[in-house]
């Protein structure tokens, strides 16, 4: 009995209609079931489901789980600041990337372009 209880109780946690049926005509719906007079009731009424789902009608041949969780958590941003170019103003800094994004479009060989886009990439960090 308690195996097919176990497999009612799994169904009606995953299968919605299944769980309409039990409480519509749970006659029909646990007629495949070898359930106790005990075990039918906890799928048939609502406040012994959610009891039951709760750990806490009593049928003790049921096993519950119990998730604790404790502590501290310390939700500080501990990513390094990015890297950025200092004392430089913020024209200056524009013009540059402008004249590197030039010599990446400019550039006639892969080697030229990587290094133009190296030169860009320490620029914007």
């Not at 299944?18 to 007629?31: E, G, R, S, T």
């Not at 990587?114 to 990439?121: C, D, E, K, P």
Request: with cysteine.
């Amino acid at each position: 009995m308690l195996e097919d209880f176990k497999q009612a109780l799994a169904r009606v946690q995953s299968d919605y209609g299944f769980y309409v049926d039990c409480q519509a005509n749970p006659a029909v719906a646990l007629a495949g079931y070898d359930l106790s007079v005990d075990e039918r009731s906890a799928l048939t009424d609502p406040e012994k489901l959610g009891g039951l789902l709760r750990g806490g009608i009593g049928i003790s041949r049921i096993p519950s789980i119990t998730i604790k969780i404790s502590g501290t958590h310390d939700w500080v941003n501990r990513t390094r600041p990015k890297k950025t170019t200092t004392n430089m103003a913020d024209a200056e800094l524009d013009s540059m990337i402008a004249t590197e994004v030039g010599a990446i479009r400019r550039a006639d060989t892969p080697e030229t372009r990587t290094a133009a886009s190296v030169r860009l990439m320490e620029l914007i960090g």
